[in-house]
């Protein structure tokens, strides 16, 4: 009986989704954060180029 009450592993799988779900936004965010000031260049280098004289 005692086994039966530890093995229950129903919500196990939704723990492990939202764990890799925080860890890839960690991740994200971190890159964004680095490499956010380039990212912002690029996209004004590509609408100064697209904008008609």
């Known amino acids: 009986m005692l ?3 530890f093995a ?5 799988g939704l723990v492990e989704y939202a764990l ?7 991740v994200v965010i971190g890159i964004l954060t680095v490499l956010g000031g380039r990212v912002s ?6 609408d100064s180029g697209l904008t008609r004289p």
Do not use: D, N, P, T
């Not at 260049?41 to 590509?46: A, C, L, M």
């Open 3 to 5: 086994y039966s009450f």
């Open 41 to 46: 260049q690029v996209f004004s280098e590509i």
């Open 8 to 12: 229950k592993e129903e919500g196990q």
């Open 20 to 26: 890799i779900l925080v860890l890839i936004a960690i």
